[in-house]
């Protein structure tokens, strides 16, 4: 699309000369919007260098003192002019441009500029970052906006929006700086991939929700397994935390060759949940009844219909100190009955129990936005004609999206790819994160640079592509130079603030993390075999 030579030459000069100031406050100020059919600017604010930036909405919040000067750029795009809809979007403008773009995406049904990685990815390393609030305001649970049958809206949310913004903000981008981004780039944790092959040279994308209607289904399926709390097959916090976490360590900690409270790949943990039975008198708040290790076996278990057709994965054993959180915290559960209720069946009175299996054929047939995004022939993007690079990564320990769902994707990209005599691992890579939870957190080394995890005080320990997973995808894109391992850092408490525990390699799929003796806080220490 660019990579002109002069846009390779100016990319060239603006790494050699790191400090060239491509904006300003001036430059800023007299901004002014190239005609853009349905664009019409609504902001432009200079923030000095180390200026407080404190912005809040539904969906995101930053509130920091630590970035360089950047322009930001606030715009309203028309969706679709008949039916008068529009979506928010912003574009940060560093003065120090790395001469690179940066689309950031959101999480479950959200609509919210994400503003802490424009801030805290985006500007901080340089790139010119644009994000959307997909045409609604709204948190990651609420799916009231859709209506139900508000379908501009869910088109915007599901595609629209994102691909409105990208193409408006490139263009802003070319103006602001007076030239054209040299490559483009995607980075978004619980969001689907994109379906504009054009769009991004390269993409990031954590524990993705992009089959929808399965996921949906799973999380009822988990849901009505162990809820509501008055039912006997509920399973606490503290059955979770204290009876059947320390178990699944005593079966399964060793199996990687460290007992270090972090399973490094759950697929070869058999856990037996049946050593927790209560014994006649045993106090409940440390073993599990009968009722109680049935649930456990069918959401440890990979979800097929009752016709065997493979639904979604399981929960992996080692999760469950964040398995409560996504149960009785009720955060996936708000999401599928919005689903739903607002966009699938169009009936806000349905509630999960209501469940059956034509559901699931409903939720694939309707595809609200195309959600279903689970096309294994990705050539349009990966394929000569365009060369565009993906680098995948999911948590072992997701209590949202079963990590199972980033391999099976994985696995079916792989296998069509195969058909047609071509090695994924030319463009597509994936790496399991131990321990991790939904796209950050939980335990073991997590913090390498993914969506919202500097946000969430887990930046990466630095911005080299041996840490930071989008500075590896720009080595891969632009030098040819894939990563075939990362190597991410633990802070204590998940907080840089507390200091650094350890750093460990990152795997890539399908291998797997194994001790190989020494110190465990060494990364040589450990080898993916
Ligand atoms: C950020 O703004 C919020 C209100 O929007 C305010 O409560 C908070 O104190 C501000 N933070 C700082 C550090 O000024
Ligand atoms: C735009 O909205 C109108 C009115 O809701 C609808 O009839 C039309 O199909 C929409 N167009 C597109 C391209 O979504
Ligand atoms: C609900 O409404 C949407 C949008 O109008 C439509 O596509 C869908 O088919 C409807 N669902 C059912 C079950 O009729
Ligand atoms: C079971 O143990 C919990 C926690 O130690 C305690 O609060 C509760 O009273 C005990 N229940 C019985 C019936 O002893
Ligand atoms: C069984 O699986 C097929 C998909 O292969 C599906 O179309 C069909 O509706 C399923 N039957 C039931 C009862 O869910
Ligand atoms: C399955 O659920 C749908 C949606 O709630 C309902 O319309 C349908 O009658 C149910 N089918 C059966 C066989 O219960
Ligand atoms: C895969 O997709 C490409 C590009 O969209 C298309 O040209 C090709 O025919 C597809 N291959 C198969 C086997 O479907
Ligand atoms: C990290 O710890 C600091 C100091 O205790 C605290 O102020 C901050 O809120 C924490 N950050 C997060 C994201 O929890
Ligand atoms: C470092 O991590 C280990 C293993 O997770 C943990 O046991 C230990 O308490 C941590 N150290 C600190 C200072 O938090």
């Not at 985006?122 to 790139?127: D, K, T």
């Not at 209506?147 to 802003?172: C, Q, T, Y």
């Not at 966009?343 to 279903?372: H, I």
Request: hydrophobic letters at 40%.
């Amino acid at each position: 699309m660019f990579g002109s030579a002069s846009s390779l030459h100016w990319l060239f000069l603006g790494l050699l000369h790191a400090n060239i100031v491509l904006g300003s406050a001036s430059q800023c100020a007299s901004f002014e919007l190239p005609d853009l059919e349905g664009v019409v600017l609504t902001g432009k604010t200079y923030f000095k260098a180390k200026a407080r930036v404190n912005i809040t909405n539904l969906y995101s919040a930053i509130d920091t003192d630590t970035l360089p000067a950047f322009c930001r750029v606030e715009l309203v795009i028309t969706t679709n002019a008949t039916a008068k809809s529009s979506a928010n979007t912003e574009v940060w403008l560093p003065d120090d441009w790395n001469g690179r773009f940066l689309g950031t995406g959101q999480g479950g049904l959200a609509g919210g500029v994400t503003v802490a990685d424009l801030g805290l990815i985006a500007v901080q390393q340089g790139f010119a970052g644009v994000s959307t609030d997909t045409g609604h305001s709204s948190t990651s649970t609420d799916g009231s906006w859709a209506g139900p049958g508000n379908d501009n809206a869910i088109i915007d949310f599901g595609w629209r929006a994102l691909h409105l913004s990208v193409v408006a903000g490139k263009e802003v981008v070319r103006s602001y700086y007076d030239r054209s981004a040299a490559k483009s780039y995607y980075i978004g944790c619980s969001t689907e991939m994109q379906m504009f092959p054009d769009d991004f040279d390269g993409i990031v994308v954590g524990s993705p929700a992009n089959w929808m209607s399965h996921l949906m289904s799973w999380s009822i399926h988990i849901s009505l397994n162990v809820l509501p709390p008055a039912s006997p097959s509920f399973i606490n916090p503290t059955q979770w935390n204290d009876v059947i976490h320390p178990e699944v360590l005593r079966q399964c900690d060793s199996i990687d060759g460290l007992a270090d409270g972090i399973i490094n790949d759950p697929r070869l943990c058999p856990f037996r949940p049946e050593t927790l039975a209560c014994s006649p008198g045993q106090n409940t708040s440390t073993c599990l009844t009968l009722v109680q290790i049935h649930a456990l076996h069918r959401i440890f278990t990979t979800y097929f219909e009752a016709n065997q057709t493979y639904v979604f994965g399981p929960y992996y054993p080692g999760g469950e100190a964040a398995y409560p959180d996504g149960l009785v915290g009720a955060v996936s559960f708000a999401i599928p009955q919005d689903w739903a209720q607002f966009f699938v069946l169009n009936d806000t009175e349905w509630t999960m129990d209501l469940y059956n299996a034509s559901v699931l054929r409903l939720m694939e047939e309707v595809n609200p936005g195309q959600a279903d995004a689970i096309e294994s022939n990705i050539t349009a993007f990966t394929g000569p004609s365009h060369n565009g690079k993906i680098l995948q990564y999911v948590g072992w320990a997701d209590q949202l999206i079963s990590s199972e769902n980033s391999i099976h994707y994985y696995e079916t990209v792989h296998a069509f790819m195969q058909t047609i005599g071509q090695d994924i691992n030319d463009f597509y890579r994936l790496f399991t994160v131990p321990g991790m939870n939904h796209c950050m957190g939980g335990f073991g080394a997590n913090a390498f640079g993914g969506a919202g995890q500097a946000a969430s005080g887990m930046p990466p320990l630095s911005l080299d592509p041996e840490h930071n997973i989008l500075a590896a995808l720009v080595q891969w894109v632009e030098q040819d130079q894939a990563p075939s391992s990362l190597t991410a850092a633990f802070w204590n408490n998940n907080n840089v603030t507390a200091g650094l525990n350890f750093t460990r390699p990152l795997c890539l799929f399908p291998t797997r993390l194994q001790f190989a003796g020494g110190n465990p806080n060494d990364p040589a220490s450990f080898e993916c075999v």
